[in-house]
């Protein structure tokens, strides 16, 4: 079980905060501004003042910092899933990870 656990987290993360708008369909379509907590290439960690259910689809967009990127800064739009809650932070706001299923980054212009 260890060595799945490993597999799930070989991608490098990124302890970032940085703004996300996060878009999903609870309740009618809700949209929620948070910050991230960290981000890999498969999947994103975020701060938010309310739970989001587990297996609940997401969209959001956050922007790259060039510390990430090597050259600008990159906006990039992803859809994802909602694959664990954590109990909420001592700020009162749940910690949500997701997984990334497909992504696009989006021109600055």
Do not use: H, W
Not at 15 to 33: F, M, W
């Amino acid at each position: 079980m260890a060595d799945a656990q490993q597999d799930k987290r070989s991608t490098r993360r990124f302890a970032l905060r940085l703004p996300v708008s996060v878009t999903y369909s609870e309740n009618g379509e809700q949209s929620k501004s948070a910050q991230t907590r960290d981000v890999s290439a498969r999947g994103i960690s975020f701060f938010v003042d309310a739970p989001i259910a587990k297996d609940s689809p997401i969209e959001f967009t956050l922007t790259l910092p060039p510390e990430i990127t090597l050259t600008e800064s990159i906006k990039v739009r992803c859809k994802g899933r909602v694959v664990r809650i954590d109990d909420p932070a001592a700020n009162g706001k749940m910690a949500v990870a997701a997984v990334i299923d497909e992504y696009e980054f989006l021109s600055q212009g």
